[in-house]
């Protein structure tokens, strides 16, 4: 993401994700120091490209470091730059990242993993826009915009002296949250036919999308790498498909690539456990119930909420399709999707 110069393509149409989308654009134009909490893979990192380029630093260079990624010396470096001689192996002067953000912006990934150290150099930074490069006493001007991610608790962290609290108070401005991608189910065979529909172009063959059997398996699927794990099993699965002499529609599904290629006719599962009570005894009736819910969503979702495709799907009646969307208010779904189409 390094000095991107055009907005990245963002996919979805889920509430959840439109709020998000939403709050980033309204938070865009004030420049402020921003903090995007979430899951691995649900988006930090293209929320913060919008962010900067709505904002008016778009011009600017995005710049981007992962936190996780590098040693404490080696991140300091990377950050704050450092001159000749500053440690073994630094022959000459090197700009770190704010010195080559001036003017834009700089996205600090897995901001939880910087050190208590690293932390209070960013907080004086962040407060003064002031920095020196490492082995030097020039004091430097920063005019970055700063927005940090996190998939952590940071103030867990904070409460427990792992992560300053100053420098979350700074950095949480204000915080937008990347849901992840069990929140927005909607978008799953989007992003799935989209995924598969780019990987198909690269290698020059048509992509004829997913059956519903496999969009369903896509739908039951807890996805906990969110749209980056979709990403790798929807292309994964268009591969596969290809490689073994089949077309048209793709009806098998690859999600864990330790496993083998399995046929899609497993109905839709729940993603949790059963429910418990108090009394830690099992609530058949809920967990019956949620899995009729889910299950009839699921189907309807694959099927482009066309209910009649659904019930086949289900083996089921068109009354008792129509039962099962009364029943879970799922009629609100149906008219939305109606009305797209």
Same mark, same amino acid.
Request: glycine share 6%.
């Given at each position: ?37 979430? +899951? &691995?893979?649900?988006?930090?990192? $293209?929320? @913060? %490209? ?6 008016? !630093?778009?011009? *600017? ?99 427990a002296n792992s992560f ?18 069990? +929140? &927005?189910?909607?978008?799953?065979? $989007?992003? @799935? %036919? ?6 198909? !172009?690269?290698? *020059? ?62 109905p839709p599962r729940l ?5 418990e009570k108090q009394d ?56 939305? %999707?109606?009305?797209?189409?």
């Open positions: 993401m390094e000095n991107l110069r055009q907005p990245p393509e963002l996919i979805g149409q889920a509430p959840a994700f439109l709020d998000a989308l939403a709050h980033a654009s309204t938070m865009a134009a004030l420049d402020r120091p921003l903090l995007i909490c979430g +899951e &691995r893979g649900s988006g930090k990192e $293209l929320i @913060a %490209a919008r962010i900067h380029f709505l904002s008016p !630093r778009w011009d *600017g260079p995005l710049i981007k470091v992962n936190c996780a990624a590098l040693s404490d010396e080696l991140l300091d470096s990377e950050l704050f730059g450092h001159e000749a001689g500053a440690f073994t192996g630094a022959t000459r002067r090197h700009s770190g990242r704010f010195e080559r953000a001036e003017g834009g912006t700089l996205f600090l990934d897995e901001i939880a993993s910087a050190s208590l150290r690293i932390q209070e150099k960013l907080l004086r930074v962040i407060e003064y826009g002031e920095f020196e490069r490492v082995g030097g006493s020039e004091t430097l001007i920063a005019d970055v915009r700063v927005i940090a991610a996190a998939n952590a608790d940071l103030p867990a962290m904070a409460e300053r609290a100053d420098l979350l108070d700074r950095l949480a401005f204000d915080v937008i949250a990347a849901p992840p991608l069990r +929140e &927005r189910r909607e978008d799953i065979p $989007l992003l @799935a %036919a989209h995924f598969a529909g780019a990987i198909a !172009r690269e290698i *020059g063959v048509q992509f004829s999308g997913f059956t519903p059997k496999a969009l369903a398996a896509f739908l039951s699927h807890h996805w906990p790498g969110n749209v980056r794990e979709l990403k790798n099993a929807a292309e994964r699965s268009f591969h596969r498909w290809i490689s073994m002499g089949a077309s048209g529609p793709v009806d098998e599904v690859s999600i864990d690539p330790f496993a083998k290629t399995v046929a899609t006719t497993a993603d949790e456990r059963p429910r830690g005894r099992i609530d058949l009736r809920k967990s019956l119930n949620d899995f009729e819910k889910r299950a009839a969503e699921n189907a309807l979702a694959a099927c482009g909420w066309n209910q009649k495709e659904a019930a086949n799907f289900l083996s089921l009646t068109y009354d008792q399709m129509r039962g099962l969307v009364r029943k879970h208010n799922l009629a609100p779904s149906v008219e939305r %999707a109606n009305k797209r189409a």
